[in-house]
DNA sequence: GTTGGCACTCCACTCTAGTGAGTGCTGGCC
DNA sequence: GGCCAGCACTCACTAGAGTGGAGTGCCAAC
């Protein structure tokens, strides 16, 4: 009935604009209330909290009126009261806010930051874990992308019995391997010669840039191993669109449901790691930081959140960070723990990357 | 009570040596029922297996019979019976053997291996998935470790800024990464001399051996990168250690038990990757290809069990596949599935890594 | 040793209150 | 008009009683 629809909400100030104070107390009651308890929130719970000095009665009237408005539901008649993604929704936008990480969780960032050493992927996994551990949710951090990252090394390393391997070192550090096939015994000089070429030809592009050929070096083994090499280098471009994902701490999702079927479908989805990275990307590209119920539109998840966290270096994007809970997840938490874990790591990834 | 079971194993034919012939076909009989229905068995289920031509009356005294032996278990009096650990490790060793993979299974494998393309890791992840899908657990797979591979190049790579990166390579095709800080602004020059002498001072010995540092060139700054990118080597020799794990299908998991605590529980191990690695390790050493229910020591997996296989190249072992499930996993199909999946897994691996 | 028969056990299910947390409504008060 | 105490009502949840049936153990007979 979207006549109806459209008269409410051209009409009726309450559906659009900000919440009366009151109610807006009474929903950010009901949210912090279920998302500690997990339970249907009755009026009698909420006449103690901030912002809300009226009876029960009083209460029980706003809370019909949310429930009119679509910021919380009842599971049955005589039940309490539960937000529903809209509810949650007004609670992340108008009134949560990232919150302050507590003081353990602070000390526990730090020293991770203090003792992270080990090579970017390492770091990233470990990261996974912080914020898992940090969070009580499921964490994925995206990698940062290599796409522009330009070559800085190439190399052609024999490996005995027609076998060489293309190592690639892109100016970010990270460093990419294809093993090529060659036509017959070839001796070290020839693969270096070859190596050499190679590294002339695509030496300070990017690696999704390399085309073509090497320049002829008049013998024709040398020129089919560069060839060789240079078809590896590019079937590494396009594999690097891709970016790397880590998971973390995805026994948390059996903890925040309790029905074994949904466990199942999330862990599912979470092994897919294209879906996974494609779905945080377009999570960004929407514009949204969290993501409730069904508006990431993958089905599965509908009963899931995600908060999403760009991890920038240097004002260029170099990453993501993902938490994903139950709908009724800490929001406030999991904002602050992936603002803050997102920017230590930006500067992590800086130092590193200059 | 020692003395009573020594008594009993020493006069008692049935407990030790093999089961009279229709006791072993009921047991059989009963954990296939049990591993299809995931209900306890009845005598009456049993009388029409192959082996039992015998009334259910008689069916329910050997089985009763099985039960005072440690074979089966009844949940509560008046119930079917359900097969215990021993009863299982009775079924695996005597009864069930690898049994054939299906059709379906098997042109699923040849396909797999026909379009397998890529690095190695990107193929050991891939198979993980292919034997969740094959056998319906969670698959793990273990890389071959790179302990005895012997380096056969080592580059210092600049990445401008006093950083730098040790790329190795070793002879099976593996490459490892460090980077390490240099004193301050060096030139390209400094770097390769000192990339040479490294070169020249660990080439063709493996990765965990290597000790001292580079022969002094005379220049002091070129030493004092060598002698960093020796102690990275030696950081990266000790890293080597814990081999790369790749879980496959960790969402069966959640299909299996329907209790969620248990899920979760066995997920938490799951991300442990070193406990994993080494729990693999530790039944294989044992002498053990199945690990039943408490056999393998790890407390929360007592009712999970593992199926080991080695995944050999030109008879020296070469990673690790492993096969997680409940008790009541099909102990034929994931024997078939892992010893299949395992002997192509190795010729690959045999292809690549010469 | 095997079998049909029989009494028995006990889970799983249904049905029936009874309980209590929670609601919506109403009429009176400020 | 907004607020509130009071009240009747709703309905999940729990406990207890009853029932059906799958399954057992035992026994006497073949």
Redesign the interface.
């Known amino acids: 009935m979207p006549t109806t629809d459209d008269h409410k909400t051209e009409h009726l100030v309450p559906d659009e604009a900000d919440l009366d104070a009151r109610k807006a107390a009474i929903l950010n009651a009901v949210v912090t209330e279920y998302i500690g308890s997990a339970q249907p929130v009755g009026s009698q719970h909420v006449v103690d909290a901030p912002g809300v000095s009226v009876s029960s009665a009083t209460v029980r009237s706003d809370m019909a009126a949310l429930e009119r408005d679509g910021y919380l539901t009842q599971p049955h008649t005589s039940a309490g009261r539960i937000p529903t993604d809209k509810g949650y929704r007004f609670f992340v936008d108008q009134l949560g806010g990232p919150g302050p990480l507590d003081a353990g969780g602070r000390q526990q960032v730090r020293q991770f930051f203090d003792h992270a050493h080990?090579?970017i992927e390492e770091m990233l996994e470990h990261t996974s874990?912080l914020l898992a551990d940090l969070t009580d949710c499921t964490a994925m951090v995206v990698g940062p992308s290599h796409e522009s990252a330009v070559v800085?090394?190439v190399?052609l390393?024999?490996?005995?019995?027609r076998?060489a391997?293309v190592?690639v070192?892109l100016?970010?550090?990270a460093?990419r391997?294809?093993?090529i096939e060659l036509a017959e015994d070839t001796d070290d000089a020839a693969l270096a010669e070859a190596g050499g070429r190679l590294a002339a030809h695509v030496l300070g592009s990017p690696l999704a840039q390399v085309v073509g050929t090497p320049a002829p070096s008049g013998t024709a083994s040398v020129d089919a191993i560069a060839a060789a090499g240079a078809a590896a280098l590019r079937s590494l471009g396009e594999?690097d669109g891709h970016d790397q994902l880590f998971v973390?701490?995805?026994?948390r999702m059996?903890?925040a449901?309790?029905a074994?079927d949904t466990?199942?479908?999330v862990?599912?989805i979470?092994?897919q790691q294209l879906v996974v990275v494609s779905l945080l990307r377009d999570i960004l590209d929407t514009g949204l930081t969290v993501a409730i119920g069904a508006e990431h539109g993958v089905e599965p998840l509908a009963s899931c959140a995600i908060v999403v966290m760009p991890v920038s270096v240097g004002g260029v994007e170099a990453g993501t960070i993902g938490l994903l809970g139950p709908t009724r997840m800490n929001y406030p938490l999991a904002l602050a723990a992936a603002r803050v874990v997102g920017d230590r790591l930006g500067e992590r990834l800086g130092e590193?990357?200059?």
């Open positions: 080990g090579e874990g800085r090394s190399q390393v024999g490996l005995g019995h076998l391997l190592v070192v100016a970010d550090g460093v391997k294809q093993s594999a973390g701490g995805s026994s059996a903890a449901f309790d074994v466990v199942r479908s862990l599912t979470l092994e590193a990357a200059r």
